[in-house]
């Protein structure tokens, strides 16, 4: 871990100000329901609704508007179980410049599709035996270009940290945030912004249980890989170990990392789309579910919730949602 975190709050301010042109201002949902089961005010952050259904079409702008003409001209790749791959395929277009994304074979068919739809070219990979960063310094060497991973990068990272701008400035006096955590790009961003604003304010990161490398780095006391990629319907929290860079802000910043079921994702989305009418997939629930079902927190806190993506099409909503979990 390096001695001092890669991002700051002037960091995110400046994203903020790239993105601004391209990114939405996403809803922030009190929900009445949610908080009568808790007993706190609970305020959703829908990133499900912003472009590409997800908020990592903000790391992705900033990432690629942070570029001189020259490097954009280049060409990005990127490797991407989804949403990252189909925000950088996105923004490349948007900012005139190619991209190409290195997908695991058993990436969501939507997800895909969306990629390639936005114009990039796809690499496949299997997840499960190859290692993505060794495919794309592989793809690199053939084609050139620049590689913007999905969560270990200053300018990701930065961009990711805008969703906490957007929810302090719409909701006042938060006592405590939950994020979902993968490999830790936006929760490296939003505990930035939180701490900023207020030392006090507890900060969460939430895995999934086959997942938990943070909470296995924060035991051991330095970054612990998993010896295999988790096994989950949470496909886009499916890292094996926190990034250097994001874990230079997370190890000191996030104040508790816990883990959530399958099964209580699954019963989240579930409750999101019959009381909210919110379509959730699976990773963009785990923050949500914590809330519900880990106890953490007091009565008459005012929290705020990651709804981090959207993107599931309607066959796995349905069979999720009817699975009885």
């Not at 290692?131 to 620049?146: I, K, L, Q, S």
Request: charge should be negative; glycine fraction near 10%.
């Amino acid at each position: 871990m390096t001695d001092k975190p890669a991002i700051e709050l002037a960091d995110v301010e400046a994203a903020a100000e790239r993105i601004a042109p391209f990114a939405v201002r996403t809803p922030v949902i009190e929900s009445t329901n949610l908080s009568a089961r808790v007993g706190a005010q609970i305020f959703c952050k829908a990133e499900s609704l912003q472009r590409t259904g997800s908020f990592k079409f903000r790391g992705a702008t900033n990432s690629i508007a942070a570029l001189t003409d020259e490097e954009r001209a280049e060409g990005i790749i990127t490797y991407s179980s989804g949403n990252h791959g189909q925000a950088i395929s996105r923004a490349a277009g948007l900012h005139g410049c190619k991209a190409t994304v290195i997908m695991p074979l058993d990436a969501p068919a939507m997800k895909r599709a969306a990629t390639e739809h936005w114009g990039a070219d796809i690499v496949e990979y299997d997840r499960y035996d190859e290692d993505r960063p060794a495919v794309a310094a592989r793809v690199h060497a053939e084609r050139g270009g620049v590689i913007i991973p999905p969560f270990n990068h200053r300018h990701v990272m930065a961009g990711q940290g805008t969703v906490g701008l957007e929810l302090i400035d719409q909701v006042a006096d938060l006592d405590m945030i939950f994020v979902c955590l993968g490999g830790g790009g936006l929760l490296s961003g939003v505990s930035t912004v939180a701490k900023a604003h207020n030392p006090d304010i507890i900060v969460v990161g939430v895995e999934p249980e086959a997942g938990d490398d943070h909470i296995r780095s924060r035991s051991a006391g330095h970054i612990v890989s998993l010896p295999e990629v988790p096994r989950t319907i949470a496909d886009g929290q499916q890292t094996m170990a926190p990034g250097e860079l994001t874990w230079s802000v997370n190890a000191t910043k996030c104040d508790e990392f816990t883990t959530v079921s399958d099964d209580e994702i699954v019963s989240t989305m579930r409750l999101l789309f019959d009381h909210h009418k919110l379509v959730v997939e699976p990773s963009g629930a785990t923050a949500l579910a914590a809330v519900l079902h880990r106890g953490l927190v007091q009565s008459d806190m005012r929290v705020g919730v990651t709804l981090s993506g959207g993107n599931i099409d309607l066959s796995t909503f349905a069979a999720l949602l009817g699975s009885g979990r």
